[in-house]
């Protein structure tokens, strides 16, 4: 079975990650009001809400429903200076690497009682101290691994010289303020920069941590942010509001929600932008005794898919009886889809589409 794929909380001290954390996972993580509450890495395994699943369960009815999955980290505050270590910043950068995408939680509310690090807000400020300290991570990656390297180019080894044209180009990039995630890679060099690690390699979704009472708009504050990197990468919450949401029951929760203008906790969509912003799809399964959804990297091909179920299905694939979604949706069983011609049988070379219901067949 493939490795869950992580989704690290990122941000200033005082932000909102732990409390965010908490909306998600209800885990009841410390969420205190100074610096490093968050030293060691607190994981959270989340359900990603999904109405076709749903729906799959009401048609099949098994005794069972199984919801694909994102894993998240809570990720302690970085300051100024974590590329030197300031803070705790060396083990903070460390836990960053291990995730795959940045959930990066920017204050966008004014509290008397929440101190900020840097004495007052700014959310286009704050995400630049972020980055920057990043970006510095970044370069001395690099640049430890361009000295090694290039002993190796002046002995005429051609791999070494190419990589050190390579390390050369990146180097000015990242010197330049700008994300490892950015930069273009020539036919081949996509390896050399995986093998870097790049914590501005990875993919970002930014949520503006709002007061409750600037939900109905988006105030100036978050405005700003979304202008700065990017309107479509921007998701607008109140951590403290969604946190709050759990201890309702669940009618309460929806008159609340209904009352402050919104269709559904924040919370769902931001899982659902993680899922995306991760680079995810999800296909589904069901037999006798469940229906499921399981979640894999989009351009997955079929084989590797069936790994996800059993390592055995991948070993001895022969075929996935695939059927769309909308299609099973349509018709209400999988014996109709057969008999309109929409089940098809598909092999190796098949990339698995989001919304594919598979039935595998392999030799055991």
């Not at 919801?67 to 980290?73: D, G, K, L, Y």
């Not at 840097?118 to 001395?140: F, I, M, N, Q």
């Not at 990146?170 to 870097?196: K, T």
């Not at 889809?337 to 030799?363: C, K, M, N, P, Y």
Request: hydrophobic fraction near 45%; glycine fraction near 8%.
């Amino acid at each position: 079975m493939s490795r869950m794929l992580k989704a690290g909380i990122v941000g200033l001290p005082n932000a909102g990650k732990s409390t965010l954390f908490n909306a998600l996972t209800a885990a009841g993580v410390p969420a205190e009001v100074y610096p490093f509450t968050t030293i060691d890495p607190n994981l959270g395994v989340v359900e990603v809400p999904d109405p076709r699943l749903d729906r799959l369960f009401e048609i099949i009815q098994p005794p069972r429903k199984v919801p694909a999955v994102v894993e998240f980290v809570d990720i302690a505050g970085l300051v100024e200076g974590a590329h030197r270590g300031e803070g705790l910043g060396n083990r903070f950068l460390a836990h960053i690497r291990e995730v795959e995408a940045l959930i990066h939680v920017v204050r966008c509310f004014d509290d008397p009682n929440v101190a900020h690090p840097a004495g007052s807000v700014d959310p286009v400020r704050d995400v630049a101290t972020v980055e920057t300290e990043l970006l510095l991570a970044d370069l001395e990656t690099v640049d430890k691994r361009f000295d090694r390297v290039q002993r190796a180019a002046r002995s005429g080894d051609r791999d070494a010289q190419r990589e050190v044209e390579v390390l050369s180009r990146l180097r000015g990039w990242l010197n330049a303020g700008r994300p490892g995630r950015d930069f273009e890679c020539g036919e081949g060099e996509e390896e050399i920069l995986a093998s870097l690690f790049l914590l501005t390699r990875k993919a970002i979704l930014y949520v503006a941590n709002v007061a409750e009472s600037s939900l109905s708009r988006q105030d100036e504050s978050a405005a700003a942010l979304a202008a700065a990197v990017g309107a479509e990468q921007v998701l607008v919450l109140c951590c403290r509001l969604e946190a709050e949401l759990l201890e309702l029951e669940s009618e309460e929760r929806s008159e609340y929600l209904q009352a402050v203008g919104l269709e559904q906790p924040g919370i769902q969509r931001l899982i659902q932008a993680t899922y995306r912003t991760l680079g995810l799809i999800t296909f589904f399964t069901f037999n006798e005794k469940e229906v499921r959804a399981w979640t894999i990297p989009g351009g997955t091909l079929a084989p590797q898919a069936a790994g996800v179920v059993h390592s055995d299905f991948e070993t001895g694939f022969i075929r996935a009886e695939t059927v769309n979604y909308s299609d099973f949706d349509r018709v209400g069983s999988l014996k109709a889809a057969r008999d309109q011609g929409l089940v098809r049988a598909e092999g190796r070379a098949h990339v698995v589409e989001d919304g594919d219901i598979l039935l595998f067949r392999a030799h055991t």
